[in-house]
């Protein structure tokens, strides 16, 4: 999950005091919960990505699933968790 900085950005910023690193360490995450978020990710792409390839609206996609279009937006909702 981290991203590519420019060295000469890094060591302004560090040089200013800042602490530099990824999300992951920002957030004290586990390599498995940085994996599962990593999976989810990838996952949520592919459905919108088949879902804009079939022309569906998150409304269209909602009511074949028989849920709400937030919830299909935002799969934890829905018991991802179980799923995954």
Known sequence: ???KMKASVRR????KGWIVGGVE?????TAEEEAQ???RLKLAE???TRRKRRGLSLTALAES????QFATWHPSL???DRAI
């Open 65 to 68: 699933l028989k849920s709400s």
């Open 1 to 3: 999950m981290t991203g």
């Open 46 to 48: 592919g459905l919108k």
């Open 37 to 39: 978020i990593e999976l």
């Open 78 to 80: 829905r018991g991802a």
């Open 25 to 29: 360490e920002f957030l004290g995450l």
């Open 12 to 15: 302004r910023l560090e040089s």
